[in-house]
Nanobody
Framework: QVQLVESGGGLVQAGGSLRLSCTAS????????MGWYRQAPGKQRESVAR???????VYLDSVKARFTISRDIPKNTVYLQMNSLKPEDTAVYFC?????????RGQGTQVTVSS
């Protein structure tokens, strides 16, 4: 089993920044990728960013050049630095980790961007 603990959401004005973090813990496991997706009311879930075991990254087009995903391998932690936030970034952000045991999701953290 893998447990995920997220932190870092909150309320910010448009143009501001937030950093989300997510730490995975549990029995010995191999991580295939770590990432974030978001869910806004009335909208489809979107995969925001991922970082793979080889270091490769993938971003949602609308966040490229504004968001940066990174990881601390020894700590099994993934970060999402979000800059130049827009009201349309408002959503619940979920950490998502794919491991040898399966795919896991965090409890979610609310990000609200006011205009």
């Amino acid at each position: 089993q893998v447990q995920l603990v997220e932190s870092g959401g909150g309320l910010v004005q448009a143009g501001g920044s937030l950093r989300l973090s997510c730490t995975a813990s549990g029995s010995r496991f191999r991580i295939n990728y770590m990432g974030w997706y978001r869910q806004a009311p009335g909208k489809q879930r979107e995969s925001v960013a991922r970082v793979y075991s080889d270091g490769g990254t993938v971003y949602l087009d609308s966040v490229k050049a504004r968001f940066t995903i990174s990881r601390d391998i020894p700590k099994n932690t993934v970060y999402l630095q979000m800059n130049s936030l827009k009201p349309e970034d408002t959503a619940v952000y979920f950490c998502n980790v794919d491991t040898t045991y399966g795919n896991y999701r965090g409890q979610g953290t609310q990000v609200t961007v006011s205009s």
